[in-house]
């Protein structure tokens, strides 16, 4: 299990708990918080193949403007569909991306295990917090030299203007994300 703090771009909290399931992992996680004087919640079940490629998300949030529910399900090679209906927009993305969640951006460091001085693309499912809206969303990780035990990685999101170094534990999820969330268990 983990837990983190949101912290400067919203105010709240998420709770993780992992296990093996099958040949991969499934991810049970929680996430409520109040962004821009708007509260919203979130649960999310996500389960990942033995590479950490995404293979299904289900996803309820809740908020002011409604209860929302997306099932997002992925071939293993990057087709996808969302709600059982072909999603040809997200065609060659890997992982899913929770807005709501810092634990999400592990899937895609486990996935690609590069080595210091490494850099790709992974481009993802982007999930919405407050109405669970999904498009695509270019990211790139590039891996940094270690800070002690802790990996480090520069993040970039384009389309956010958004460039971070975060720092993950030797499990691969997420100990410092900048302005984002910070790890408390």
Known sequence: MAAWRHRDARAGFEVLFV????????????????????????????????????????VVGQSASGTYERRLECDGTGTWRLDGRAAPELSGCLDVDLEASACTNALPVRRLGLRVGERADAPAAYVRASTLCVERLEQTYARLADEGEQARYEYVAPAFEFRAVLTYDRFGLVVDYPGIAVRMA
């Open 19 to 58: 296990r093996r399931d099958g040949g991969g992992y499934r991810l049970d996680g929680y996430s409520t918080a109040v962004q821009d004087g708007d509260a919203w919640g979130i649960r999310y079940a996500l389960w990942v193949d033995h590479r950490w490629v995404t293979r299904c998300a289900h």
